[in-house]
C-alpha cells in the first residue's frame, strides 16, 4: 500500500480525501512523504462532479465507479478541471481505501499537465451553489440493491434504509422501463461490460430527476453489479431548451419548417391514420409592412398565429412555413372535416386587425390536400402548395373579372 500511496502523490499539487458521501474529510497519509508544495489535505478543493469540465463528467465518475468496484488499485484519467484561469488539463488518480481501517477514504491526487483554457459559458465553481448529486448502488445479479451510498434522499428521494433489498427497477421512471430492462438484459449478456443510460428515477411524492446512470457487470470480479449516477435533471432541462428553440419559429412560437416536415414525416409513418396538409398562404399582407412598418407587420403575423393556432382541432398542428405563409397538419379527416378546418380558419381570420388607428382585415388562399397510399412528405406538400396557387390564380381572375363587370358598368 505504501509503494501505491506514493504514486499517488508524486507530482501532484493537491490531495484530496473524500469519505463515502463524497464529503471532504481529513486523514493522515500514513507518513508518507509529501512533495514540496503540495497541499495533503485540500477541504472542499473538489466538490464532486461541478469541479470537472463539463466534457469529462462522464469520464470522471466511470473513474470513479471503477474505484469503487476496485479497493486498493490505484487508477488514473486525465480531465480537465476548474480553477481561477480556467479549465486545466489535469492527470486524476483514484485510490479506493474506503475499507481500511486507518484511512477510510477515497484519496484523490490531482497533477497539472497542461495550461489554462477558458472556461464555457458555465459558471465556475465559486459561482456555482447547488452540489451535484451522486449515488452509488452495489446490485445483486438479479438488480437487488445489496448497498448504497452517496446523496441517496437528493437523488431518490428516500433514506438507504428504504432503497436497500428492493430491485433497482422499482425506481425507474414507468417511461424509462424498456430502455433500462434493454441496458440491463445487453449487460447481462457481457459479463465485465460497462453501459451507460440517461433516464428518470421517480420520488414517492410522484416527482421525478433526470440522472445519467453508468453500470457496470463485475459478478466475476467482486459478485456485484455496480451502479454510478448523478443528477443531470438540469442539463436535461438546457436540451430540451435548445431542442425547443430549434423547432420553433421565434416570431410566433409556432413549429417552424423543419418541425412541420418532422411532425407529417411521423403521421405518414403511422398506417393506421391519414394525413393532409393546409397551406395558409395570406393575401395581400405586403400592404402591412409598407404602409405601417415591419415592427407591426411582426405583430400582425402573431395575432395570425394565434388565430390559426385557436381555431384548429385538437392534436392538429399549426406551424410557420416561412414570410407570411403557413401550414396545418392534420390527422384522420375526410373531405368534409378537411373542409370544416378550412372553414374555421377562414372565419377565425375573418374580423379585422387593428393597426396604428387603421385596420387590416387578412385574407388567405388556403390549399388543401390528403394523403394517397405510397405518398411521401415531398409529394403531399407539393400538392397542397399547388392547391393554394389555384385558389390564389382563381381569386385574381375573380378580381379581374369583377373590375371588368365594374369597368364596363362606369362606361
Known sequence: MRTQLEQLVEGAELVVARDRTA????????????????DPIHLGAIAGLAEWAPSDRRLAARTWGEALSRPGELLDAQIGMYGPGGIRPCEVRFLNLLDDPDVGAMLIAVTPVGPFEPAPAEPPPAERHVAPTWIMQRLDEGGRVLGTE?????????????????????????DDLGAAADLWNTLATEPGSTRSLVHR?????????????????????????LVIAHDVTERIRRE??????????????????????????RRLDDLDDTAAVLFVDLDGFKVVNDLWGHRTGDWALQVVADRLRESVRPGDVVGRWGGDEFVV?????????????????????????PLQGSAWRPHAAIGAARSLPGDDVEALLHRADEAMYEVKRSGQRRRADDLTRWSHRES
Open 329 to 353: 397538419v392534420c390527422r384522420g379527416v375526410d373531405e368534409v372535416a378537411l373542409d370544416g378546418v378550412v372553414q374555421r380558419i377562414r372565419g377565425a381570420l375573418a374580423p379585422a386587425i
Open 150 to 174: 452517496g446523496m441517496v434522499h437528493e437523488l431518490l428521494g428516500r433514506p438507504p434504509g428504504e432503497v436497500v433489498d428492493r430491485l433497482v427497477i422499482d425506481f425507474v421512471h414507468p
Open 23 to 38: 464529503r471532504a474529510i481529513a486523514v493522515p497519509l500514513l507518513g508518507v512523504a509529501v512533495p514540496a508544495g503540495v
Open 201 to 225: 428515477v421517480v420520488h414517492p411524492d410522484g416527482g421525478w430527476r433526470w440522472v445519467e446512470s453508468t453500470v457496470m457487470h463485475r459478478i466475476e470480479q467482486t459478485g456485484e453489479i
Open 240 to 265: 430540451q431548451e435548445l431542442e425547443a428553440a430549434a423547432a420553433t419559429d421565434p416570431l410566433t412560437g409556432l413549429p417552424n419548417r423543419r418541425e412541420v416536415v418532422a411532425e407529417l414525416e
